[in-house]
């Protein structure tokens, strides 16, 4: 490659840290699996659970969803409540990654689709995700991944050029977004061929 990317900008969700509500949702079940995934499908669906990470209040959120689902009132105060059931920990191997790019002196930075309260929580319990050069939230933003106008945010606000930028998220949507605002980007599978590219592009 003739320029390659200098800097790596990470998504958090699936590439740094694990989560899933059914870590939380198996118990709340007591493994009826087809019950869960009906709850969780139009329920505390993806949609839903979407409009937090593009900034609508968690309190909000679960009224709205409890009067349209009286009958799930505390399965749905539980999306919230015991949200950090839901992240048990973090993807091995990249955690680690980030760290040795922060060693070799390589700037670091992120975008990630998380409601801002949630993120905080991680922040906290997860001590890799404070040492980046700067991050762009969603929840905070009020936009969400694909949409190009978060990538630019994250461009404009810290002075960054697309072009010497890698982007990493599991999502090929976001990917393809990221690509076409003119950032080389990878999508992630797992900490091994993360690692490859890397080397490749002599990051690592």
């Known amino acids: 490659?003739?320029?390659?990317?200098?800097?790596?900008?990470?998504?958090?969700?699936?590439?740094?840290?694990?989560?899933?509500?059914?870590?939380l949702y198996r118990d709340l079940f007591d493994g009826?699996?087809?019950?869960?995934?009906d709850f969780l499908d139009n329920v505390c669906s993806p949609a839903w659970n979407l409009e937090q990470d593009r900034g609508r209040p968690w309190a909000d959120a679960v009224a709205q969803l409890t009067a349209e689902h009286p009958d799930c009132a505390e399965l749905i105060r539980s999306y919230d409540e015991q949200w950090e059931q839901m992240v048990p920990g973090p993807i091995?191997?990249?955690?680690?990654?980030?760290?040795?790019?922060?060693?070799?002196?390589?700037?670091?930075?992120?975008?990630?689709?998380?409601?801002?309260?949630?993120?905080?929580?991680?922040?906290?319990?997860?001590?890799?995700?404070?040492?980046?050069?700067?991050i762009v939230v969603s929840g905070i933003e009020k936009v969400i991944k694909p949409?190009?106008?978060?990538?630019?945010?994250?461009?404009?606000?810290?002075?960054?050029?697309?072009?010497?930028?890698?982007?990493?998220?599991?999502?090929?949507?976001n990917v393809e977004s990221a690509r076409a605002v003119g950032m080389t980007a990878h999508h992630f599978a797992g900490a091994e061929a993360l690692r490859r590219d890397l080397e490749g592009f002599g990051l690592l």
């Not at 975008?111 to 309260?117: E, H, L, Q, V």
């Open 1 to 23: 490659m003739e320029n390659p990317p200098k800097i790596v900008v990470f998504d958090i969700g699936q590439v740094l840290i694990e989560w899933d509500p059914r870590h």
């Open 147 to 173: 949409d190009p106008k978060i990538y630019r945010i994250l461009l404009d606000r810290y002075g960054l050029d697309a072009v010497d930028c890698l982007f990493i998220d599991d999502n090929p949507d």
């Open 92 to 134: 091995p191997g990249t955690p680690e990654i980030l760290a040795e790019l922060k060693a070799r002196g390589v700037p670091v930075y992120a975008i990630t689709n998380f409601s801002a309260d949630k993120f905080a929580l991680s922040q906290k319990r997860f001590d890799f995700l404070n040492g980046f050069d700067g």
């Open 32 to 37: 009826y699996e087809d019950l869960m995934e």
